[in-house]
């Protein structure tokens, strides 16, 4: 935290948004190529499957565009100040989505299975809804720090969105994780893609009141400043809920998310490291803890560390009450088929992956068909709109924004890494799905109110303090705002 | 707030750079290793993505392609596909392939590096990838005879026939045997259903072995071929007309065992040629047992036994065995005992005495070729070695030739053709209690003195009455007809 007497560059970063342009324009170009490139895509798969450019080229790009379009005039009017980055980069990424989620349903091999159903015009309708909140957060939500008041509101919400999967007649368990809902007559719902949003509205709000306690009062033992025993009561509520969580929906990767988010909170409200170290003890022993009993996740942990025999156990029709699985192994083959530059749009068989290979193992199909090259470019976009999230929260000048926009780019970051991580074989796999990239509809829709947040945050950041009064001592107090 | 802030950003870099650097073990380190996986369904697809090259006998493709649905393009048709199998092998959309079709298999669906500046080339120019050629030695008109004459006899058997101064072959045939065509393609109603009918367990028959270069089999009296070579070249006897210090009865050295003869037949002190034209085991086995053990297996070597051949099809090897006793050496030397000899060993052994001492290494692949017929590579005659002089070679002919002329043999006379050859009958089992194996090698020369085919046929008659099976009597026909065969394709 900078220092009141010796300003920092990233004071200066806040003292400089005054008068600072609006980048609006930039963000204009930028969509035009985030829209420009899915096109281009979109075309190169046409050609490559049916050998003529797909009919339905014109609306889709008219789509995304009026899409972008309606995203950037929002912003224009609403959020003049907003970083310019975040819009253009998660238009790219839903357009590129869209554009592999097309290409799968082109696939002869996903279209004989008896669940198939065309995924692209319905992430398209997803898409538009998820611009729709993302227009609304920017209109509605005029400052971020609303959001403060429902603290505990969030906390209920949070709760209840995380237990929904449990409930009997709505969840819905798709091959051993129960993070699905089931409303009749509008389909599934993945309401843990929300709860992150708002728990992390909640933690913010939560560790803006408590952090001075958490942090100030403590004991330093072996180098480490212990809390209090009375103070360790939140992260322990947090870390029995990620138990929790991991017991009943037997899903990692959710898990692991709502407390990593937590604990980086944690961490940023009372920079001490120590929340760190108790942080990564307490999930080493619950994973640990919990793989140790439950059969689900142990064999995620075997088909991680040996791919190749959970592939012939499942080719062989192993029938031990639990589901072998053949995709973790299908989709390291299709990556290393794609090698450094891919087999092009179109071209791969990363459709061998079957059952959810346009949702969570949507980026094989990019690491077959793009290559290396592909996978590291959009990773690296995942990596920017990290970077835009955690450059909001230096520049926002308030606690609740700077707690709540790192919260929101730490949970993403990490969902990027656990789902990524996992389709790539390096850490054991979990039933989330790529932001944006993969098909889903909780998903999509989620990470565009996400941006939409972000945005405000970054835009109240940003926006030219009020015009200085002409007294000097106005100029002083400024200096002196923590 | 802002420090612990710049550490967050610090942790989510490493976490995607994490991710960067998996990305490139398993796409840039790995990809190789992945993409050529046999488990990996892509190598399947991409070996059946384009019509296959076609296998060629004279000119003419034994071989094609047929469009099919599903995952897999092009599947593999067969011309005669049972008479040919043994030289193709399989290539199925479900079960792999198997001899030539594996072992060229680069050069057949375009994959080979050898094309790989082609294939660019036709990347470039948006042509599609074709497979490449393998054009064989074999003779159409030989294989047919062979294959039609095995056929008839309707017993399990084989054929393989050499041309003596290359080492091409010139006929590769298995009896019974199954079409490939049939189990090409990946369905289960039918392809599934027949390789199952072709497998070992279900058919005792095992119409999929081929015999002509995966099975051994004791080669009997035609062995003595071998042994005479031994006894010539190795100076126990000089020539093949002079007596021999060949006692009638005969006890083997080390035992109290008579070696007996098949019949009444004038082996006493008789001459090689005498000897060879009826077939006598108590000559032989005494020059097998006076020569002993390495002299024995030396020439046997010489011959090409104990070594796998490649043609570039692999042969299982023949046998013949070291350290045996006196006796044992003797049964040896009759092709009894633990000889025992793929019917190309016996066709080499053959071809060896017609091309005067020299044996040819055996080969079926004449040359690959590009899409564009362009030849890649060309396989050139090959000296294997030399088991013996041409004197004894030219000897050797000259009492094969009586065989034929006057002998046990007479069956396989062409007329205007030079022909020498030996029948051979194997006894196996127990106590001799299995039917025999009925062999015959033979060669076929020519006025001008050249040699242009050597045969070995073998024949194994399970329901045949002992007595009638002998290899004058079963196999001598088709080795016949396979030369003759030759022959008129020659002139």
Redesign the interface.
């Known amino acids: 935290?900078?220092s009141t007497t010796n300003p920092?560059p990233?004071h200066t970063s806040t003292i400089g948004a005054i008068g600072a342009p609006s980048r609006r324009n930039t963000e204009l170009a930028l969509l035009v190529f985030a829209v420009v490139i899915p096109v281009f895509a979109y075309a190169n798969v046409g050609l490559a499957i049916n050998d003529q450019v797909p009919a339905g080229l014109l609306s889709y790009g008219l789509g995304l565009g009026l899409m972008a379009g309606v995203g950037h005039l929002a912003v224009r009017k609403f959020a003049p100040y907003a970083d310019p980055l975040l819009l253009p980069l998660a238009t790219l990424l839903n357009g590129i989505g869209l554009v592999a989620i097309w290409r799968l349903d082109q696939s002869k091999?996903l279209q004989a299975s008896s669940t198939f159903v065309e995924a692209a015009p319905r992430q398209l309708m997803y898409s538009a809804l998820g611009v729709a909140l993302f227009v609304a957060v920017v209109f509605f939500l005029k400052d971020h720090r609303v959001l403060q008041r429902y603290t505990y509101i969030s906390m209920v919400g949070a709760l209840i969105l995380l237990l929904l999967p449990l409930v009997p007649g709505i969840g819905h368990n798709v091959f051993g994780a129960r993070i699905w809902i089931k409303i009749p007559g509008l389909g599934t719902l993945q309401p843990g893609e929300f709860a992150k949003i708002v728990l992390a509205v909640f933690f913010a709000g939560y560790l803006m009141v408590k952090r001075d306690a958490l942090a100030l009062a403590s004991r330093r033992f072996m180098g480490l400043y212990l809390p209090r025993g009375r103070d360790l009561g939140p992260i322990i509520v947090v870390w029995i809920i990620s138990i929790l969580i991991l017991v009943f929906e037997t899903d990692l990767g959710t898990s692991l998310l709502f407390f990593g988010m937590f604990v980086?909170m944690l961490?940023?409200?009372t920079?001490r490291t120590s929340w760190i170290v108790f942080g990564l003890l307490m999930s080493a022993v619950g994973a640990v803890g919990v793989a140790s009993f439950e059969p689900h996740i142990q064999t995620r942990v075997q088909a991680w560390l040996d791919p190749?025999h959970e592939?012939e156990l499942s080719r062989a029709g192993v029938q031990d009450g639990i589901v072998h699985s053949e995709q973790a192994?299908q989709a390291?083959?299709a990556?290393?088929?794609?090698?450094?530059l891919g087999t092009g749009w179109g071209q791969g068989?990363s459709d061998?992956i079957g059952f959810a290979a346009n949702s969570d193992f949507i980026l094989a199909t990019f690491?077959e068909e793009i290559?290396?090259a592909g996978?590291?470019a959009l990773?690296?976009l995942?990596?920017l709109i990290?970077?835009r999230g955690?450059r909001t929260?230096?520049a926002a000048r308030d606690?609740f924004g700077?707690?709540l926009a790192?919260g929101l780019?730490?949970a993403f970051?990490?969902q990027?890494?656990v789902v990524?991580?996992g389709v790539?074989?390096?850490i054991p796999l979990t039933g989330m799905t790529m932001p944006f990239l993969a098909y889903g509809g909780s998903s999509v829709i989620a990470n565009w109110a996400l941006i939409g947040i972000l945005l405000r945050i970054s835009d109240t950041a940003r926006r030219p303090a009020p015009a200085p009064a002409a007294n000097p001592d106005a100029e002083m107090t400024q200096v002196v705002r923590p | 707030m802002n420090k612990p802030l710049r550490r967050v950003a610090i942790f989510c870099g490493l976490l995607i750079l994490a991710l960067l650097v998996r990305g490139n073990w398993l796409q840039y380190a790995q990809a190789d290793k992945l993409r050529t996986d046999e488990e990996n369904r892509r190598v399947a697809i991409e070996r059946y993505a384009s019509p296959r090259g076609d296998i060629i006998v004279d000119g003419e493709p034994i071989t094609g392609h047929k469009a099919t649905t599903g995952d897999f393009k092009y599947k593999r048709t067969y011309k005669d596909g049972a008479m040919w199998a043994p030289v193709t092998g399989f290539v199925s959309q479900a079960f792999g392939a198997t001899q030539l079709e594996s072992i060229e298999d680069g050069i057949l669906t375009g994959n080979d590096d050898r094309l790989f500046f082609r294939n660019t080339l036709d990347m470039l120019t948006g042509k599609n990838k074709e497979g490449g050629n393998v054009v064989t030695t074999l003779s159409g008109a030989a294989q047919k005879a062979a294959y039609d004459g095995l056929k008839k006899q309707g017993a399990k058997g084989s054929v393989v026939a050499l041309e003596p101064s290359t080492g091409k072959i010139l006929a590769l045939a298995s009896y019974p045997s199954y079409d490939p065509s049939t189990i090409a393609g990946n369905s289960l109603d039918t392809d599934t259903k027949a390789w199952q009918k072709l497998q070992k367990k279900n058919n005792p028959a095992d119409p999929t072995l081929n015999r002509a270069l995966r099975e051994i089999y004791p080669p009997g009296s035609t062995f003595k071929v071998l042994t005479a070579a031994a006894a010539l070249e190795y100076g126990l006897y000089d020539d093949a007309d002079s007596k021999t210090d060949s006692p009638l009865p005969w006890t083997m050295p080390g035992t109290t065992t008579e070696l007996k003869n098949e019949g009444n037949i004038p082996c006493e002190n008789a001459t090689l040629r005498e000897a060879l034209r009826v077939s006598c085991n108590t000559v032989f086995g005494k020059v097998g047992s006076d020569l002993g053990n390495e002299k024995m297996l030396e020439m046997a070597k010489k011959f090409g036994f104990t070594e796998e051949q490649f043609t570039p099809v692999r042969s299982n090897a023949s046998v013949f065995s070291e350290d045996m006793a006196p006796s044992e050496v003797a049964l040896s030397s009759i092709g009894q005992f633990n000889t025992a000899a793929t019917p190309l060993q016996m066709a080499m052994v053959s071809a060896a005495v017609a091309n005067n001492g020299t044996l040819m290494k055996p080969y079926m692949v004449d040359e690959l070729q590009a899409p564009s017929l362009d030849t890649i590579e060309k396989t050139d005659p090959e000296e294997m070695s030399k088991p013996m002089s041409a004197e004894t070679a030219q000897t050797l002919q000259s009492m094969m030739e009586t065989v034929v002329k006057e002998g046990t043999g007479t069956n396989a006379q062409i007329s205007g053709v030079t022909v020498g050859g030996k029948t051979g009958t194997a006894q196996h089992g127990e106590n001799n209690s299995k039917n025999p194996y009925a062999w015959f090698i033979s060669y076929a020369k020519t006025s001008d003195g050249s040699s242009p085919v050597a045969v070995a046929v073998v024949i194994e008659d399970e329901n045949a009455v002992r007595d009638d099976i002998s290899g004058g009597g079963l196999a001598a026909p088709i080795a016949k007809s396979v030369m003759e065969a030759v022959v008129k394709g020659k002139q």
């Open positions: 935290m900078s920092s990233q091999r980086i961490y940023v409200a920079e190749m592939f192994m390291l083959w990556f290393g088929s794609g090698g450094t068989n061998l690491g290559g290396l996978v590291m990773l690296l995942y990596a990290v970077e955690v929260a230096l606690p700077k707690l790192i780019s730490g970051a990490l990027v890494f990524a991580g790539m074989g390096l």
